[in-house]
């Protein structure tokens, strides 16, 4: 499986590999990702190796003729009898052809990765509204893997941060998606409205968790284990569309996900139960784009009264 990046696309490929794993339980799976987001698969069941990918040494000129040797040896050290390719990319696709084995991808792959591969399952464009999740199983529908009603997520535990109490609501306000990220003032409205209950500010960002007597201050301070347990506890989750989100989203049904530019038909919870707020409504995520009007003022309230 070539799944490098990024951590929400990440998460959404673990349904389709756990079929892959159920249709071939004796196959060894291993899994070619980004170093950052190994932790994320490392103790899941269904795969055997998880196997780092080096990008940051093919920067830059010299990193370019290091790659095709890099490709080559990978045949030796994998020796597949099967690539699929969930990336869908010119560098992705090369690594599926070089590795060798039997090259699978989709018609949505970009950069002529599709050049590639050795089997093209027909799937929608991009441009229209069908989730991620979708196109990843619709891969391992072709190769004749059984599609159940309910996926498996499998994603780590780990510890819980020190400190922590028995009841808490997550918000996760900050993204490295350009214009999807909360104000300060927003994420602070939010605790305000959330008060005495405690709120943990999870993530990763630059930006500063407000100051406020129920903040717990986490940014910067999980691992990717951690942060999982972390939102598969919380009583409430509110994220803005990011790859926590969709960790969120696969661990706990309790979900707001607030999407400014993105579409939550293609990249929000996949998950019927949890909510989505877009253009001034918000809604359940099967009932998208239908929904009851509030404001991003008025989100505040709202979850407060979700979260009881």
């Known amino acids: 499986m070539i799944k490098p990046s990024s951590l929400g696309d990440v998460v959404h490929t673990l349904p389709a590999v756990a079929c892959v794993k159920k249709r071939w339980p004796d196959?060894?799976?291993?899994?070619?990702?980004?170093?950052?987001?190994?932790?994320?698969?490392?103790?899941?069941?269904?795969?055997?190796?998880?196997?780092?990918?080096?990008?940051?040494?093919?920067?830059?000129?010299?990193?370019?003729?290091?790659?095709?040797?890099?490709?080559?040896?990978?045949?030796?050290?994998?020796?597949?009898?099967?690539?699929l390719d969930f990336q869908g990319l010119f560098r992705s696709g090369y690594i599926a052809r070089k590795a060798g084995g039997e090259s699978?991808?989709?018609?949505?792959?970009?950069?002529?990765?599709?050049?590639?591969?050795?089997?093209?399952?027909?799937?929608?464009?991009?441009?229209?509204?069908?989730?991620?999740?979708?196109?990843?199983?619709?891969?391992?529908?072709?190769?004749g893997c059984e599609i159940p009603q309910e996926l498996a997520w499998r994603l780590p535990e780990g510890d819980l941060p020190a400190?922590?109490?028995?009841?808490?609501?997550?918000?996760?306000?900050?993204?490295?998606?350009?214009?999807?990220?909360?104000?300060?003032?927003?994420?602070?409205?939010?605790?305000?409205?959330?008060?005495?209950m405690p709120v943990v500010i999870a993530g990763r960002s630059a930006e500063a968790a407000p100051k406020a007597a129920n903040v717990i201050d986490l940014l910067n301070r999980t691992a990717l284990p951690e942060l999982c347990t972390v939102l598969r506890r919380a009583r409430f989750v509110v994220s803005v569309d990011s790859g926590p989100m969709h960790i969120a989203a696969a661990v706990n049904p309790r979900l707001l996900s607030i999407h400014t530019w993105s579409d939550p038909r293609k990249v929000g919870p996949f998950a019927p139960g949890a909510h989505v707020w877009k253009d001034g409504c918000v809604s359940q995520v099967a009932d998208f784009p239908r929904g009851e009007p509030c404001g991003i003022e008025e989100l505040p309230a709202w979850v407060a009264k979700q979260a009881k």
Do not use: M
Request: aromatic letters at 10%.
């Open 27 to 83: 196959a060894r799976l291993t899994w070619l990702v980004n170093p950052e987001w190994a932790p994320l698969l490392h103790g899941n069941p269904d795969i055997d190796e998880v196997l780092e990918f080096p990008r940051k040494d093919f920067r830059g000129i010299a990193g370019i003729l290091r790659f095709p040797r890099w490709a080559s040896a990978l045949r030796e050290r994998v020796k597949p009898d099967l690539v």
């Open 163 to 196: 400190g922590l109490p028995a009841d808490f609501i997550v918000i996760h306000p900050f993204s490295r998606g350009e214009g999807k990220s909360l104000t300060t003032a927003q994420t602070a409205a939010f605790c305000d409205a959330l008060a005495p």
């Open 104 to 143: 699978w991808g989709t018609s949505d792959s970009r950069e002529g990765a599709r050049f590639f591969h050795d089997h093209v399952v027909p799937v929608p464009a991009r441009s229209e509204p069908f989730h991620a999740v979708r196109r990843y199983l619709a891969l391992v529908a072709a190769l």
